[in-house]
Each structure stands twice: as structure tokens, then as C-alpha cells.
């Protein structure tokens, strides 16, 4: 099965921040990633796919990019709805699979 | 309005089988693939089972193959998840998820908690 593997796993930042969240995957995935984002006691929700194609009505803070193995998430200013566990998924080859997650926390 | 409702979650003892479902409604049900997606408590997301649009192919990951169906009932929009010889690691809330375009999950239910234990 593909490993994505994210990082970092939990940070701390500032609303107005620019944070990163990064996927890296055990193999080439050509742009065949998702984004979701997940608050506690919901279900996630898709920020992008392709991993650069955002989905309707997110905002434009929010942006994707790379291919083959590493792929990115920004937000370019962080706001404080953006808490939440934030994860990358595969859609390359079955098994589906999903990266660790990356916790994010507003200071 | 467009959603997905899991129902059948519940206490089970190991060994002992279960049958989620997931209603479908605001969008035509049988023009996409499902998929079932489970989190165990304070963990991540692990894709369990995929349903093609016409129910004909079906795919599952390893840690579930052998013990659970999945399948669907386009006449009342119905996803459901037979899951048979549970055992505690199984315990997890169990989402419902939309497939589209084969690059994302772009509607989720709510969730279905199920607890192995005896």
C-alpha cells in the first residue's frame, strides 16, 4: 500500500500566519491527492483535489500544490476556524490510504 | 438537501456481526461510487470499502477482507456495511463518503460510532 506521510504532525501558530502542511508519499502519485480538513466531533471536509483543485466554496486562503511523491497545503493567513486535524489522501492506486494528519492550533 | 445519514451503530460483542447503513438524499444516488471510511477514537482516517456506481465492483482493505460486505440498494438510495467476526480493533466511527470523479470524497455523513466489546 502507499504510505503518505505528513508533517509536522501538530503546530501552533498565529491568526494571520501563512502555515504549511506537508504529504509526502512512498511513491510516485502523479497529482492523484486530496485534502480534507476535520474538526472534533465532525466529519472532514474536501478543501482540495487533484491536489491543486480547490473544491467549491473554500476559501482562497487555502491552496494546493505539487506532484509525484510531495505535495503541499498552505493557508496564507490563518484564520481561527482553521483549527482542526487537516489530512491528505491518495487516490493513485487501491488501497486508498490517508496520511497521519496534521493537527493545527491557533496561538 | 443533499446528505448522507449512517444509522446502526451500536455496542457489539466480539465475534458478533453489525449492519451500518447510509441513507442517501438530494442527489442521484445511483450516478456515484460509495465508500466507507472509519476512525478509531483519537485517530486517523482508514479507508475501508469502495462500491462501484452500479454496484458491480467492489474493493476492500486488507484489515477488513473476508469480513465485511458492502453493498447498496438503489431503489431506496441505501449503503450498508455488513460487518461480520468483529473484532475490538474494528471499534471506530464508521463515515459514509461520496466518491467523485475517482479523485475525492466530496460528501460525508455524520458518522456511526461502533464499539467491540464485550
Known amino acids: 500500500a502507499i504510505q503518505l506521510t505528513q508533517s509536522p504532525s501538530s503546530l501552533s501558530a498565529s491568526v494571520g500566519d501563512r502555515v504549511t502542511v506537508s504529504c509526502r508519499a512512498s511513491?510516485?502519485?502523479?497529482?492523484?491527492v486530496a485534502w480534507y480538513q476535520q474538526k472534533p466531533g465532525f466529519p472532514p471536509r474536501l478543501l482540495m483535489y487533484d491536489a491543486s483543485t480547490p473544491e467549491t466554496g473554500v476559501p482562497s486562503r487555502f491552496s494546493g500544490s505539487g506532484s509525484g511523491p510531495d505535495f503541499t497545503l498552505i493557508i496564507s493567513s490563518l484564520q481561527p476556524e482553521d483549527f482542526g486535524t487537516y489530512y491528505c489522501?491518495?487516490?493513485?492506486?487501491?488501497?486508498?490510504?490517508f496520511g497521519g494528519g496534521t493537527r493545527v492550533d491557533i496561538k | 438537501q443533499v446528505q448522507l445519514v449512517e444509522s446502526g451503530g451500536g455496542v457489539v460483542q466480539p465475534g458478533r456481526p453489525l449492519r451500518l447503513s447510509c441513507a442517501a438524499s438530494?442527489?442521484?444516488?445511483?450516478?456515484?461510487?460509495m465508500h466507507w471510511v472509519r476512525q478509531a477514537p483519537g485517530k486517523g482516517l482508514e479507508w475501508v470499502a469502495l462500491?462501484?456506481?452500479?454496484?458491480?465492483?467492489?474493493l476492500y482493505a486488507d484489515s477488513v477482507k473476508g469480513r465485511f460486505t458492502i453493498s447498496r440498494e438503489i431503489s431506496n438510495n441505501t449503503l450498508s456495511l455488513q460487518m461480520n467476526n468483529q473484532r475490538r480493533d474494528d471499534t471506530a466511527v464508521y463515515y459514509c463518503a461520496r466518491g467523485h470523479g475517482g479523485s475525492r470524497f466530496d460528501l460525508w455523513g455524520q458518522g456511526a460510532l461502533v464499539t467491540v466489546s464485550s
Open positions: 511513491q510516485d502519485i502523479r497529482n492523484n
Open positions: 462500491i462501484s456506481s452500479d454496484g458491480r465492483n467492489k
Open positions: 438530494g442527489f442521484t444516488f445511483s450516478d456515484y461510487p
Open positions: 489522501q491518495q487516490f493513485n492506486r487501491f488501497p486508498l490510504t
